[in-house]
């Protein structure tokens, strides 16, 4: 990659590649896609470059942090979804189900073993953070993680974006570019070498595949020591439903998204989070989809570089711009911020603004305080909040503005702001399906000031923003909401 996406490449090592191996081998861990995948599109590049066979492997442990039903279920419909794929196109494909924790753990080091250079995703967060880290040096051969998560390539920005503006600066200026080097529809397509690759039997032997147990999910599922009691969603967590809910969203949602997007009671925003999350639609694709629908005659030479500020960027319709910020700005901050600071989920990378003012309030008396489990089972003493946190619990998804004002109480009815902090990030990956992502802690972050500015000052939040709910009820239309979540429903846990 020449271009400007030679800053979504990053070595991991300093190996050679061994050119006896049998294959290019390439670990997809969050972009679990064979389109608009610049990784696959990458790997493809080195088995042309070494006339080698391609393998991709896919896997999924069964001790993953917050590991659960909802979670597997979700990742093995995709899993059993690319694998139809690979057998109708003949690809390389070979995805393996971890039953009892550790068992795969030689796995990719064992496949590594064979192959020519290993190219995996660049993900800024979570587990795949630390494999990223841990592979790298123990490889014989060249470990490339590579960057597919966003439009504006990771390695562009030199420091961690301290808030959305600086961030945005930086967006409208390589928009465009960024944007006209666009990921490969079909990453496959300039396969050369077509060959199959054949495991061998002891390897097989040691690792199963998983075609049985993908067939057979919810009886695999219920032999795993993971927590059953998250249980799976009503979202099939495949290619096909997210390029679904994105038509749905573009023919419904779209019109009414500037006007509505804080209304729960009105369907207006994408409910994509889940599906970018696992990687199952690319952010690029939403871009591009979304942009069609600017008003006629609109081009990208309408754009104009606006220093950073949300307005007379796209210079299209409103509704189009409003969440072109949201999909690119505010969802790639959280992804560039963690590239640069590994202690992303540590308080103590708080802005100093925000640290000193909750100090500062930390032993402020507070009128209701509530343990861990009195939040997850929806027990405080406020309607709209147990209602966001049960449609969470049960459905595994919660609305963007009662997403804030949920953070925001948890905050005021902790006693102090780490307990609180690690609450939020307790809930929110336990039971979001889009949780454990650079958003999530953007998000959560973003209640303690992260992102943000101080305002006026108060008790217990400091300078932090303050919400409420009364206020949350008299600006949004809740009825339908909270006759559908209201009621405390509870589940055991
Ligand atoms: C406390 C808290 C926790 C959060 N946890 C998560 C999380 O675990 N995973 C997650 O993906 N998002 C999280 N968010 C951000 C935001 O709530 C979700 O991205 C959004 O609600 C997803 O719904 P949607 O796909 O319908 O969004 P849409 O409005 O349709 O937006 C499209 C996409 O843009 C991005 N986006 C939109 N709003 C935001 C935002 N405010 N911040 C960052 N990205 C945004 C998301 O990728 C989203 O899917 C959190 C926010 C808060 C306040």
Redesign the pocket.
């Given at each position: 990659m020449k271009n400007i996406n030679s800053k979504r490449v990053f070595k991991r090592n300093e190996k050679e590649p061994n050119t006896d191996g049998d294959y290019i081998l390439y670990w997809m861990q969050i972009n679990r896609r064979f389109q608009y995948n610049y990784a696959l599109e990458y790997a493809v590049g080195w088995a042309n470059k070494l006339g080698k066979p391609l393998l991709i492997y896919e896997g999924l442990s069964c001790d993953y942090p917050w590991a659960s039903d909802r979670f597997h279920h979700f990742l093995m419909e995709g899993m059993e979804e690319n694998l139809s794929y690979a057998k109708e196109n003949n690809i390389n494909y070979y995805s393996y189900l971890e039953d009892v924790p550790e068992a795969g753990n030689g796995l990719l080091y064992e496949l590594a073993d064979n192959a020519c250079t290993v190219i995996s995703d660049e993900y800024p967060v979570y587990i795949i953070r630390e494999h990223n880290e841990k592979v790298g040096p123990t490889l014989e051969v060249p470990y490339i993680t590579v960057d597919s998560n966003g439009i504006i390539p990771l390695g562009l920005t030199e420091k961690a974006p301290y808030n959305a503006y600086f961030f945005r600066k930086i967006m409208q200026r390589n928009f465009v570019e960024c944007f006209t080097h666009p990921p490969k529809k079909e990453s496959l397509d300039d396969l050369e070498n077509r060959n199959t690759v054949s495991l061998s039997d002891n390897f097989l032997e040691k690792y199963p595949l998983a075609d049985e147990k993908l067939k057979n999910r919810s009886s695999f599922i219920s032999s795993l020591s993971i927590n059953h009691t998250i249980g799976k969603i009503d979202l099939e967590g495949t290619r096909q439903a997210a390029l679904g809910k994105l038509g749905q969203?573009i023919e419904y949602g779209l019109s009414k998204y500037d006007d509505h997007?804080n209304d729960p009671d009105i369907n207006a925003?994408?409910?994509?989070?889940p599906w970018?999350?696992f990687g199952k639609i690319s952010e690029y694709e939403i871009v591009d989809a979304v942009l069609d629908h600017q008003p006629q005659g609109w081009s990208l030479d309408n754009i104009t570089f606006n220093k950073g500020s949300t307005g007379g960027f796209f210079n299209g319709d409103p509704n189009v711009d409003g969440?072109l910020d949201?999909?690119i700005t505010?969802?790639e901050v959280?992804f560039h911020f963690a590239h640069h600071e590994s202690n992303y989920d540590q308080y103590e990378t708080l802005p100093d603004w925000a640290l000193k003012t909750l100090e500062k309030h930390k032993d402020d008396p507070r009128e209701y305080v509530y343990e861990l489990e009195e939040f997850a089972q929806s027990q405080t003493h406020d309607e709209i909040w147990n209602a966001a946190q049960t449609q969470l619990r049960e459905e595994g998804v919660m609305?963007?503005y009662l997403?804030?004002l949920?953070?925001k109480k948890v905050l005021e009815w902790t006693p102090n702001p780490e307990i609180a902090l690690a609450y939020?990030i307790e809930l929110?990956n336990r039971y979001?399906i889009?949780?454990r992502?650079p958003?999530?802690y953007?998000?959560?972050f973003?209640?303690f000031g992260r992102f943000d500015r101080a305002w006026q000052e108060r008790p217990i939040y400091g300078k932090v923003r303050y919400m409420t709910s009364d206020s949350t009820r008299k600006k949004l239309k809740l009825n339908q909401y909270l006759e559908q979540y209201g009621s405390q429903k509870t589940m055991d846990i």
């Open positions: 969203f997007r925003t994408s409910g994509l989070s970018l999350h969440f949201e999909v505010w969802r959280g609305h963007n997403r804030m949920w953070g939020l929110n979001a889009d949780g992502d958003n999530s953007s998000g959560i973003w209640i």
